[in-house]
């Protein structure tokens, strides 16, 4: 039998609950009867609840990548305009080409943010009827002001439909998606919420839906019209993961009880913690003000083994962490402070880190 893994403090997937991984034991049911009906109806105002938004939260049985797909086929019909900052935004910049879809990016160095006034400018350029933006980079721990460019977009471009990846922020910082006028906010389940991996989920805006029924060849698995006509009924368009929505319904019962505004307050103080100890030890990629409440791309200025400080922090305090990703592999490491993780928690790994550098 395999070794039990440590516990994750990686940017995703994160450490499950317990109680939420016995959740998914319960007895399964059929996915077209009242009971999966009664339970899709009962998490859609709790998922509302936490995406803090009256649009419907469509719930996909796959990663939030294939929602970059739905995005792209049901919301871009002429142009899309792709914000680029690290390697999931360029990810959807390439599902967007990959679905053949015109589009022009405007792109930053890994670790710097998009900004409003860049935005502004690529606005003025050209006309787009879409714009694609990651608001919590998950390869770089850079947090861009959405808020503040979906602002710009209906300033400059009011018919422009404003697509918006929270992959690695929702539920562990404030995105209040109808404050923020997004009309698609898409996330994954196994960062801030704390879920076993393999469902996604998406809020959609009239206006996004409006948009759908003007677009031909939207396919079908991830067509938002397909998605609304199901969940009228209660229902999801295919065989959902039926297990994991039990872990769902538990863990939305759990976000809630804690109360949104003290699970953002708990993400920022294990920021802050992993902030401070970082620019002693190390230094940090983001800048400020755009430096994530759920994982920091530690710079690795020391040439330390993450592989090696994985094993010890794996035999002393049952915990890892994650190297860089793609290009910035060597170049850092990556700290995930999301989901049910506490501060004592984030105290003791980087004690445990500590203790490693000492050796």
Not at 38 to 54: G, H, M, N, W, Y
Not at 61 to 72: I, N, P, V
Not at 91 to 106: F, I, L, M, Q
Not at 143 to 167: C, S
Request: aromatic share 8%.
């Amino acid at each position: 039998m395999a070794t039990r893994p440590a516990r994750l403090f990686l940017p995703g997937p994160t450490e499950v609950h317990a109680d939420i991984l016995a959740a998914q034991a319960e007895r399964l049911i059929g996915h077209r009867g009242p009971e999966i009906s009664a339970l899709l109806e009962s998490i859609q105002p709790r998922l509302q609840k936490v995406f803090q938004t009256s649009n419907n939260v469509y719930i996909s049985t796959s990663s939030a990548t294939g929602l970059f797909e739905a995005a792209a086929r049901s919301s871009i019909d002429r142009r899309a305009l792709c914000c680029v900052n690290g390697a999931f935004s360029a990810r959807w910049a390439e599902v967007v080409e990959a679905n053949g879809k015109p589009y022009d990016v405007v792109e930053v160095e890994w670790g710097e943010a998009i900004t409003p006034d860049l935005v502004a400018d690529a606005l003025d350029r050209a006309a787009y009827d879409a714009v694609t933006v990651v608001h919590n980079e998950t390869s770089t721990g850079v947090t861009n002001p959405v808020g503040d460019i979906a602002e710009t977009v209906r300033d400059k471009a009011p018919d422009a439909l404003v697509l918006v990846d929270t992959v690695s922020s929702m539920g562990g910082i404030d995105v209040p998606v109808d404050g923020w006028n997004l009309d698609v906010c898409l996330t994954g389940g196994q960062k801030c919420l704390a879920l076993p991996p393999g469902l996604s989920f998406a809020a959609v805006s009239d206006r996004a839906h409006t948009r759908a029924t003007t677009i031909p060849g939207r396919g079908w698995y991830f067509d938002w019209l397909v998605f609304q006509r199901y969940l009228e009924k209660w229902q999801t368009p295919t065989t959902p993961a039926i297990t994991l929505l039990y872990a769902l319904d538990r863990q939305l019962d759990r976000i809630l009880d804690e109360g949104l505004a003290a699970r953002f307050d708990r993400h920022a103080v294990m920021a802050d913690h992993v902030r401070q100890w970082s620019l002693e030890r190390f230094d940090i990629l983001a800048p400020e003000p755009y430096r994530s409440d759920t994982v920091t791309a530690v710079v690795n200025k020391r040439s330390i083994d993450v592989e090696a400080m994985n094993r010890y922090l794996t035999e002393h305090v049952d915990m890892i962490v994650s190297n860089g990703y793609a290009k910035l592999r060597d170049r850092t490491f990556r700290i995930g402070h999301m989901g049910d993780h506490t501060v004592p928690e984030v105290e003791t790994l980087t004690a445990a880190i500590d203790a490693f550098l000492e050796t």
